[in-house]
């Protein structure tokens, strides 16, 4: 059984556009646990412009699932995963003024910055996991800096996917034979969806976790507009 984490990057996007506190981010984190998801994903960014550092507090006393908080192990991000003690922290090499996460760590270039900072999550209980592009020397990488699980990078597959090549998920699942071989935990996110999420998981062998949160987010829109507006029209009549 995989479990699904939700992000909610987007939800925060969406209520600090407008100030207040509509959505309620830490309402809405309760309510996706209700409905069956495992797994509430954050990633605070340092300018704040979705996720704030005190919803990654607050949402501590929220999550009774799997807790994931996301994101590029500076200063600040490691004091912020120290304090809180999630399930699992997600190390994430994206630039300050990244959109999105656009590429796995190179585990051979930086095996020494992340051993350290792996090893200082580990002492305190939190389980770590290392973004990686679906690149068997990255996995083997991975492995050596000790890290208990990777989450791939799933971009690529997702573009391909969408163009009709599902040979797209072939270094994928290579990859997740490695990982299991190495004894790695697998996870993967990013542009994961309804279209091609079913596909994914048939073909990753020992998938233990997806994370999804902009896709969800914008499907639930959509797939939720019919029965709001019905609603706004049935309480005109």
């Known amino acids: 059984m995989t479990k699904l984490s939700v992000n909610i990057n987007k939800i925060a996007t969406l209520r600090n556009a407008r100030g207040g506190n509509v959505p309620d981010l830490l309402k809405v984190a309760a309510d996706i646990q209700k409905f069956g998801a495992e797994g509430i994903t954050i990633h605070p960014r340092p300018d704040e412009r979705h996720i704030r550092y005190q919803d990654a507090r607050d949402l501590k006393a929220v999550v009774y699932t799997e807790y994931n908080i996301e994101g590029n192990p500076e200063k600040t991000f490691i004091d912020l995963v120290l304090e809180i ?14 959109i999105t996460s656009n590429a796995g760590w ?21 389980r770590t996991s290392i973004f990686v592009d679906p690149v068997l020397e990255m996995i083997e990488g991975a492995k050596k800096i000790g890290t208990e699980r990777i989450e791939l990078y799933t ?22 034979i ?51 507006v019905n609603i706004y029209l049935q309480k005109l009549k």
């Open 178 to 228: 490695l990982a299991n071989e190495l004894g790695l935990g697998i996870n993967a996110g990013h542009d994961l969806s309804l279209d091609n999420i079913q596909f994914f998981k048939q073909n990753i062998p020992g998938l233990l976790e997806v994370s999804i949160g902009h896709a969800l987010i914008s499907e639930a829109i959509y797939l939720g507009l019919d029965n709001v």
């Open 106 to 126: 190179d585990t051979i270039k930086h095996a020494s910055y992340l051993t350290e900072i792996v090893q200082e999550f580990q002492r305190n209980g939190i």
């Open 85 to 98: 003690k999630p399930t699992q922290v997600t190390l994430v090499p994206d630039a300050i003024d990244a």
């Open 155 to 176: 971009e690529a597959f997702a573009h391909q996917y969408s163009l009709g090549n599902q040979n797209g998920i072939l270094p994928y699942t290579e990859s997740a």
